[in-house]
T-cell receptor, first 111, second 115 residues
């Protein structure tokens, strides 16, 4: 069935360093790739998304890249700050109402 | 605040109890979702409603019974649950129409413990 693999499951970086989280998807019909951040006691919130007609998108310190041929997409966070510590989820959708999520990456940013 | 509220935030229930989770969205969206979030597992889609009509039922056991009286409210009725049903239950809403994906807005979740 449809599947999204996410790595690593845990990531620890020093404040100011960059963090990269990678995902692969199985359904080649996927055309929408959101990234969500979940802080303790809260639901996931969208931080950036990319559609299949775009290879890269950037929003301040956050960027996402998409390689449709390889079915890979990645989240890049530069100049990490302690408040970036959270669980990050990638996801893939073929359209409509069904979105497949990765298992999550717990990011720790050490001050 | 995301515009999606869930009550209660925490719930402890025995296996023979009946309880309900409530979700309300104030965003004018037409689609609402229930997800189950267990430790170290991907979010599992349970149900989707679009304009009050169920469009997805992801092989969820009948002890979970959803209800969507209108586009702003979504309920999840629980009865005779098992300990493995203990998890965080998340509600979400989005705009949407078939074939076009939209961002989902999540509520804070209900932490359910089945004893």
């Amino acid at each position: 069935g449809e599947n999204v693999e996410q790595h690593p499951s845990t990531l620890s970086v020093q404040e100011g360093d960059s963090a990269v989280i990678k995902c692969t998807y199985s359904d080649s019909a996927s055309n929408y790739f959101p990234w969500y951040k979940q802080e303790l006691g809260k639901g996931p919130q969208l931080i950036i998304d990319i559609r299949s007609n775009v290879g890269e998108k950037k929003d301040q310190r956050i960027a996402v890249t998409l390689n449709k041929t390889a079915k890979h997409f990645s989240l890049h966070i530069t100049e990490t700050q302690p408040e970036d510590s959270a669980v990050y989820f990638c996801a893939a959708s073929t359209g409509g109402f069904k979105t497949i999520f990765g298992a999550g990456t717990r990011l720790f940013v050490k001050a | 605040e995301t515009g999606v509220t869930q009550t209660p935030r925490h719930l402890v229930m025995g296996m023979t109890n009946k309880k309900s989770l409530k979700c309300e969205q104030h965003l004018g969206h037409n689609a609402m979702y229930w997800y189950k979030q267990s430790a170290k597992k991907p979010l599992e889609l349970m149900f989707v409603y679009n304009f009050k009509e169920q469009t997805e039922n992801n092989s969820v056991p009948s002890r979970f019974s959803p209800e969507c009286p209108n586009s702003s409210h979504l309920f999840l009725h629980l009865h005779t649950l098992q300990p493995e049903d203990s998890a965080l239950y998340l509600c979400a809403s989005s705009q949407g129409r078939a074939g076009v994906p939209y961002e989902q807005y999540f509520g804070p979740g209900t932490r359910l413990t089945v004893t």
